[in-house]
């Protein structure tokens, strides 16, 4: 450090010689001073010393004053001084050394900090930039007046706030998170608008563990900067919030860190899809539809969504994670699975918070970091996957409330929702594409048995396999069991397996049940469904098992039921967004043979839950009611019995089928 003369500018304007403060004068001479000093080896011409100091309210004495002011600084100096003025064109020069300035000293030992830090001295780094904030002594030029004096102000204080925030960063990079937040935070009071003060303080807070504090800075800082300055966060701020939401936020590696240690846990990239099937029989045609959207949605950055639905036992869970597993790879973010159990065993649809909860923590997020409520941990899922490409499916849908919150914001993502209800909701307000899944086609079933039991099984009983395809009215779940059985029975010809499966004293619905696991029991699956209605048209699905055949208008069932058409027509179209029926025209249905059958052992069970006898006419047909109204849930113990009904017949007492005349089939 220089012996001499020193001035001071980071503060109070001030003059030292030989250790002593000396008087560098009143306000408007210190500015006259500070002037100079700043253009330390310049010539200043009077003119711009008068601006300096009064601007455009000079009084006509301002030259005189500067001239006295210039002669007292000259005195306060002395003459044996390695500092002075001299009169230079018309100007004053201020010849000092370098280092007499504090400013000067300032810069040099900033430069040495930013040479240090760039070759990783994270230490001497920071103790040079302490070293240089430790020179200021307040507000730069404090109490001088004038627009120079203003302008620099300014300028210093950016230098000053540099300084602090690099010295800060330093302390970020060596980890010392916890004493850096302090700071920081205090530095983010006095400017709530510094976006590299805000990433630096997320920084700190995320590497002390603070997550959650670290992103209410951000949205803090993001609300104010909209609100006074209308301006969106920097994308380097940005990047930090994403990072930290996302997991994959890279904290420095510190000298504390043992080497080789991660600074940050890998990035999240979680795998959940459940177990891919072997094969997936049929279903080319919908598996292009989803792989089109996935395209589509890629194409046109949106989120892909898609709605998977159908009746009972359809195979819309296998289909869902089959072509899950088939667009896994253009989801390098990771698969994420939930079964939100919207008509399973449990009593109650999943939480949809409850869901978030466990796919905010498969990406990173600690417990103690989750919200709180479900629309504040969708907010953190959403941001989490803005800028990530992940696959989210969500089997068993309730609803789309159910829905909604789980749903990603960013382009890249695609959703597989599957549901027993139509989603009208989800199409019409997400443009989720509607995918209704159907029984399998003859030739698709037939392939389904043959690589489940082998093609020369199955090629050896072709009528065999028709007859246990129509009986398990062509729905993948009841395939499945019957070639698990078979597969088990090598030695049992298919033709005898069909037999069984038709005797009398067996119902149509006990061929396809499964004791070890209800979700394999087409009974309990259809019933699953069917507890989703209401009493009405519950009551509806049951007086549709007297109707005749597989296929009836919305009129008939309303002289079958005595009830209006338009409150038929109602429940017709809740049991449709139930997948238990489906309309194949205008006010005209259709419903599968194993959903009949199941509405025929739910009207024989609601008599018998009343304390009505099994036939509730007495064993006899009215006169005075038609063929058509006449009800078949009496006779629905016997298979062959409720396959004559579906064919189009009537059963009545004692196995005697009656056939429908022509003109009164639907």
């Known amino acids: 450090m220089h012996a001499g003369v020193q001035f001071s500018v980071l503060g109070p304007v001030r003059l030292h010689r030989q250790g002593s403060e000396a008087g560098a004068g009143q306000p408007r001479q210190c500015a006259v001073l500070a002037s100079l000093l700043l253009r330390a080896g310049k010539p200043v011409s009077l003119s711009r010393l008068v601006d300096d100091v009064w601007g455009d309210e000079a009084p006509p004495s301002a030259v005189g004053s500067v001239r006295t002011y210039v002669y007292r600084l000259r005195q306060a100096l002395g003459e044996q001084s390695d500092s002075s003025v001299s009169l230079v064109d018309g100007g004053y020069l201020l010849h000092i050394q370098p280092d007499a300035l504090d400013l000067n000293r300032f810069k040099e030992t900033t430069a040495r900090a930013r040479e240090a830090r760039s070759t990783g001295d994270l230490e001497s780094a920071a103790s040079l930039l302490t070293e240089g904030l430790k020179m200021w002594k307040g507000v730069a030029l404090a109490g001088v007046p004038g627009p120079f004096a203003d302008q620099q102000r300014s300028v210093l204080g950016e230098m000053r706030l540099a300084c602090a925030e690099e010295q800060l960063a330093c302390e970020v990079e060596r980890g010392h998170y916890a004493e850096a937040a302090a700071e920081l935070s205090a530095l983010l009071v006095e400017h709530p608008l510094r976006e590299r003060v805000c990433g630096l303080l997320m920084t700190a807070l995320y590497g002390a563990g603070r997550q959650s504090e670290a992103l209410t800075i951000y949205h803090t800082t993001s609300h104010l900067l909209r609100q006074r300055l209308g301006v969106s966060p920097s994308p380097?701020?940005?990047?930090?919030?994403?990072?930290?939401?996302?997991?994959?936020?890279?904290?420095?590696?510190?000298?504390?860190?043992?080497?080789?240690?991660?600074?940050?846990?890998?990035?999240?990239?979680?795998?959940?899809?459940?177990?891919?099937?072997?094969?997936?029989?049929?279903?080319?045609?919908?598996?292009?539809?989803?792989?089109?959207?996935?395209?589509?949605?890629?194409?046109?950055?949106?989120?892909?969504?898609?709605?998977?639905?159908?009746?009972?036992?359809?195979?819309?869970?296998?289909?869902?994670?089959?072509?899950?597993?088939?667009?896994?790879?253009?989801?390098?973010?990771?698969?994420?699975?939930?079964?939100?159990?919207?008509?399973?065993?449990?009593?109650?649809?999943?939480?949809?918070?409850?869901?978030?909860?466990?796919?905010?923590?498969?990406?990173?997020?600690?417990?103690?970091?989750?919200?709180?409520?479900?629309?504040?941990?969708?907010?953190?899922?959403?941001?989490?996957?803005?800028?990530?490409?992940?696959?989210?499916?969500?089997?068993?849908?309730?609803?789309?409330?159910?829905?909604?919150?789980?749903?990603?914001?960013?382009?890249?993502?695609?959703?597989?929702?599957?549901?027993?209800?139509?989603?009208?909701?989800?199409?019409?307000?997400?443009?989720?594409?509607?995918?209704?899944?159907?029984?399998?086609?003859?030739?698709?079933?037939?392939?389904?048995?043959?690589?489940?039991?082998?093609?020369?099984?199955?090629?050896?009983?072709?009528?065999?396999v028709d007859r246990i395809i129509r009986l398990a009215g062509q729905l993948p779940l009841a395939l499945a069991n019957v070639a698990a059985r078979a597969a088990y029975r090598p030695q049992l010809r298919l033709a005898s397996l069909a037999d069984e499966y038709e005797a009398p004293e067996h119902s149509t619905l006990d061929a396809f049940a499964s004791d070890e696991d209800q979700t394999l029991d087409v009974r309990e699956s259809i019933t699953r469904s069917y507890r989703l209605l209401d009493t009405e048209t519950a009551?509806?699905?049951?007086?549709?098992?007297?109707?005749?055949?597989?296929?009836?208008?919305?009129?008939?069932?309303?002289?079958?039921?005595?009830?209006?058409?338009?409150?038929?027509?109602?429940?017709?179209?809740?049991?449709?967004?139930?997948?238990?029926?489906?309309?194949?025209?205008?006010?005209?249905?259709?419903?599968?043979?194993?959903?009949?059958?199941?509405?025929?052992?739910?009207?024989?069970?609601?008599?018998?839950?009343?304390?009505?006898?099994?036939?509730?006419?007495?064993?006899?047909?009215?006169?005075?009611?038609?063929?058509?109204?006449?009800?078949?849930?009496?006779?629905?113990?016997?298979?062959?019995?409720?396959?004559?009904?579906?064919?189009?017949?009537?059963?009545?007492?004692?196995?005697?089928?009656?056939?429908?005349?022509?003109?009164?089939?639907?």
């Open 236 to 464: 380097e701020l940005q990047q930090v919030h994403e990072r930290i939401l996302s997991g994959r936020f890279q904290l420095p590696q510190t000298a504390d860190r043992p080497k080789g240690a991660p600074a940050t846990p890998p990035p999240h990239a979680p795998a959940q899809l459940p177990a891919a099937l072997p094969s997936l029989v049929g279903r080319e045609r919908e598996q292009e539809q989803v792989e089109r959207l996935a395209a589509d949605a890629e194409a046109s950055s949106s989120v892909a969504i898609c709605a998977v639905g159908g009746l009972a036992g359809v195979g819309k869970t296998a289909f869902a994670t089959t072509v899950a597993h088939r667009l896994a790879d253009r989801f390098p973010d990771g698969q994420l699975f939930a079964d939100l159990q919207g008509a399973g065993p449990e009593a109650e649809p999943r939480d949809p918070a409850h869901v978030l909860e466990d796919f905010l923590q498969a990406l990173g997020v600690r417990v103690e970091d989750i919200p709180e409520t479900a629309q504040a941990r969708g907010l953190m899922f959403r941001g989490l996957l803005a800028n990530r490409r992940v696959l989210v499916l969500l089997d068993n849908a309730w609803n789309t409330d159910q829905i909604k919150h789980l749903l990603p914001g960013g382009p890249g993502s695609m959703v597989l929702v599957t549901s027993r209800m139509q989603l009208h909701a989800l199409v019409a307000a997400y443009q989720a594409l509607p995918l209704t899944l159907m029984p399998l086609s003859q030739t698709d079933a037939r392939s389904l048995l043959a690589r489940r039991l082998g093609a020369a099984r199955t090629a050896a009983e072709p009528e065999a």
């Open 539 to 666: 009551a509806l699905f049951r007086d549709l098992s007297a109707c005749p055949g597989p296929m009836f208008a919305a009129s008939q069932v309303a002289d079958l039921a005595g009830r209006p058409e338009r409150r038929v027509r109602q429940a017709l179209s809740r049991l449709t967004r139930a997948h238990l029926v489906a309309e194949i025209g205008p006010g005209r249905y259709s419903w599968n043979r194993l959903v009949a059958a199941y509405a025929v052992e739910q009207a024989g069970q609601r008599f018998l839950d009343q304390g009505k006898p099994a036939r509730p006419w007495g064993g006899q047909r009215p006169a005075s009611m038609s063929l058509s109204q006449a009800p078949c849930g009496d006779v629905a113990t016997a298979s062959s019995r409720d396959r004559a009904v579906l064919e189009g017949g009537h059963a009545l007492p004692g196995g005697t089928v009656l056939r429908e005349r022509t003109d009164q089939r639907v």
